[in-house]
């Protein structure tokens, strides 16, 4: 299957989209302590998209049921938001998109709660090295499959494995 590229146009609306995320992320960052629940967390990402003047991107997408995907420990993916308040030491990851100007935007960030043990710490730090070495392979020429090796190449050498296929 061809690739199909984007217009600068279209790219500049990617580009807005992925703007205001990145703003809705770090609001819902800004509240992640202990004591809050990720319902609480949910309902605060939905208040900024909509002052956003964007559409949550999950809620209602095949009868998901929030904002966000709230992951805690060891909930690998898509986790349901819930009345179950965070506790010192959790990790919390969030995956979050939007429509705006009919382009979706995607992110997903992981935060401690409160403080964390050294492994958390270590574990948040090396997702996010990969991220950036998955990045440099996100350019013409280079494949989605070139992207998934950087990572976890990377993730390998530093001592991490399993989460194939």
């Known amino acids: 299957m061809a690739i199909k590229l984007k217009s600068p146009w279209e790219i500049e609306r990617?580009?807005?989209?992925?703007?205001?995320?990145?703003?809705?992320?770090?609001?819902?960052?800004?509240?992640?302590?202990p004591g809050i629940t990720t319902k609480e967390l949910d309902r605060i990402a939905y208040e900024a998209i909509k002052k956003r003047k964007a559409k949550?991107?999950?809620?209602?997408?095949?009868?998901?049921?929030?904002?966000?995907?709230?992951?805690?420990?060891?909930?690998?993916?898509?986790?349901?938001?819930?009345e179950e308040p965070l506790k010192e030491g959790d990790i919390l990851s969030v995956d979050v998109g939007l429509?705006?100007?009919?382009?979706?935007?995607d992110m997903a960030r992981t935060f401690p709660v409160g403080r964390v043990s050294p492994e958390a710490?270590?574990?948040?730090?090396?997702?996010?090295?990969?991220?950036?070495?998955?990045?440099?392979?996100?350019?013409?020429?280079?494949?989605?499959?070139?992207?998934a090796h950087a990572v976890q190449t990377f993730l390998?050498?530093?001592?991490?494995?399993?989460?194939r296929g």
Do not use: Q, W
Request: aromatic letters at 12%; glycine letters at 16%; charged letters at 20%.
């Open 99 to 105: 429509i705006y100007g009919g382009f979706a935007a």
């Open 156 to 163: 390998e050498s530093r001592g991490y494995g399993g989460g």
């Open 56 to 82: 949550p991107a999950f809620l209602g997408l095949y009868g998901f049921p929030a904002t966000l995907c709230t992951s805690v420990n060891e909930v690998v993916v898509h986790g349901i938001p819930s």
């Open 121 to 147: 710490e270590r574990l948040i730090r090396d997702t996010e090295a990969a991220f950036f070495e998955g990045l440099k392979y996100l350019r013409p020429g280079f494949r989605i499959g070139d992207v």
């Open 14 to 33: 990617m580009r807005e989209a992925g703007a205001l995320l990145t703003e809705v992320v770090e609001e819902v960052g800004r509240h992640v302590e």
